[in-house]
C-alpha cells in the first residue's frame, strides 16, 4: 500500500505518469502455498488500486506471474 500510494504522490507532485514494477516477496524460498500467497498478493493490490486514486499510475507490471 505506502509503495503505490508514494508513487501516485510523487507523480501528482511532478505531473508526471508512472509504471510500476511490483516483486512477489515472499514467493522464493520463504513460499509457503504459492497460489495462495499469489491471490492474496492480487487480491490486495486490486482493493489498493479500486478503493483510491491512482490515476498516474498507467502500468503495473507483476514480475512474479
Known amino acids: 500500500y505506502p509503495f ?3 508513487v501516485q504522490a510523487r507523480c501528482v507532485e ?3 505518469d508512472a ?3 511490483l516483486v512477489g516477496l515472499g514467493l522464493g524460498a520463504w513460499v509457503f502455498n504459492e ?3 499469489i ?3 492480487l487480491n ?3 482493493e489498493i488500486l479500486i478503493n ?7 502500468e503495473i507490471f ?3 506471474l
Do not use: A, W
Request: charged share 30%.
Open 39 to 41: 491471490q492474496i498478493i
Open 62 to 64: 507483476f514480475n512474479f
Open 4 to 6: 503505490i500510494m508514494d
Open 35 to 37: 497460489n495462495i500467497q
Open 19 to 21: 509504471r510500476c514494477f
Open 44 to 46: 490486495v493490490i486490486f
Open 52 to 58: 483510491n486514486v491512482v490515476d498516474r499510475i498507467k
Open 14 to 16: 511532478d505531473d508526471k
